[in-house]
């Protein structure tokens, strides 16, 4: 709205200022958005810590996500190295992990 009346009005020294408010309020939800992926990250990394062996389904479960969410994490962390994947050759719900040594 300050965009919108500064234009009008043409003071641009409130129209930039407005500008630089959206970009910030948009980097900020981005950031938001990063930040939830590594607090999961570091969820399924205390499941898995606190029970090696753990499948996909199962710390589905105890994080709250689908099993797909839970895969692609699991799947992240252990191509970073954190994570080896115990049971392969299963689908992806029922493979196993634990902790990198």
Not at 31 to 51: K, P
Not at 71 to 76: E, G, K, P, Y
């Amino acid at each position: 709205m300050n965009a919108w009346t500064a234009q009008q009005s043409e003071d641009y020294d409130s129209l930039s200022t407005a500008l630089c408010l959206c970009v910030c309020a948009a980097g900020l939800f981005g950031e938001d958005l990063l930040q939830s992926g590594y607090r999961r990250d570091r969820e399924v990394l205390a499941h898995i810590a606190g029970r090696p062996g753990a499948t996909t389904r199962q710390v589905a479960r105890a994080v709250g996500v689908s099993e797909r969410v839970a895969a692609r994490n699991l799947d992240r962390l252990t191509d970073d190295g954190l994570l080896v994947l115990i049971a392969d050759g299963v689908p992806p719900a029922l493979r196993s992990y634990r902790l990198a040594s």
